[in-house]
């Protein structure tokens, strides 16, 4: 079983829903990033968090240490969204930088 | 600050061939890491380097694989010789903190180098 675990592994959507991507980890951890990594491999860091919640823009991302799960959402949703959205822990046993396998969203105009 | 720049951007080889993948830190970060991903395995790092020190190389494959840091502004992932297994996108980032250890710094990726190994 991997340490960080992400649904869905894929999701398409329509412009303006409300999405959610999952993340659930097994290990505990001192805080917990999202990335958006764009076709052509850019990636970019989005929220890094150990507790409560972040909100940037249209993203908000919420961590619940004590289940060792955290969301993120994106409220009114555009194509230009469409990424694959990886979660990636730091802890475990040895403090390193643990990656989901990601999620690809399309959102569809 | 134009990010981290890492060449080539793809490159396609052939089986034994040597390959050597370049990045260029953001300037100051004092953390530059390598990361392999697959559609298998996703994201997996292979090394990182602290001022220019390598600190933990227990991700690196093989021995196949090396890389070097000289400076602060450049470092190299070497793969000698290359195998198919080893297609994959490689991926350069570096930070300014502490990253590991106090989980508080940001995390810089370049755009990548998709490798092909024929």
């Known amino acids: 079983k991997n340490e960080v675990e992400q649904s869905p592994q894929n999701l398409t959507a329509q412009e303006g829903e409300f999405i959610t991507i999952n993340c659930s980890y097994s290990?505990?951890?001192?805080?917990l990033h999202w990335l958006q990594q764009h076709p052509g491999g850019g990636s970019v860091s989005l929220f890094m968090?150990?507790?409560g919640k972040k909100k940037h823009g249209r993203l908000i991302a919420t961590i619940n240490i004590q289940e060792k799960h955290s969301s993120l959402h994106i409220t009114a949703s555009h194509p230009r969204d469409s990424a694959v959205y990886i979660c990636?822990?730091?802890?475990?046993?040895?403090?390193?930088?643990?990656f989901g396998k990601g999620t690809k969203l399309s959102v569809k105009p | 600050d134009a990010g981290v720049i890492q060449s080539p951007r793809h490159e396609v080889t052939e089986m034994g061939q040597e390959v050597t993948l370049r990045c260029k830190p953001i300037?100051?970060?004092?953390?530059l890491f390598w990361y392999r991903q697959t559609m298998m395995r996703g994201l997996e790092l292979l090394i990182y380097?602290?001022?220019?020190?390598?600190?933990?190389d227990s991700g690196m494959p093989e021995d196949r694989f090396s890389a070097k840091m000289p400076n602060a502004s450049f470092s190299t992932l070497k793969i000698q010789p290359s195998e198919p297994r080893d297609s994959a996108v490689y991926f350069c980032?570096?930070?300014?903190?502490?990253?590991?250890?106090?989980?508080?710094?940001?995390?810089?990726f370049g755009e990548g180098s998709r490798l092909t190994v024929l």
């Open positions: 980032a570096s930070s300014l903190e502490g990253l590991y250890w106090l989980g508080t710094g940001e995390l810089f």
């Open positions: 290990v505990g951890i001192s805080a």
């Open positions: 968090l150990s507790s």
């Open positions: 990636a822990v730091y802890g475990g046993s040895q403090g390193n930088l643990i």
């Open positions: 300037s100051g970060h004092d953390y």
């Open positions: 380097f602290n001022n220019n020190v390598p600190i933990d």
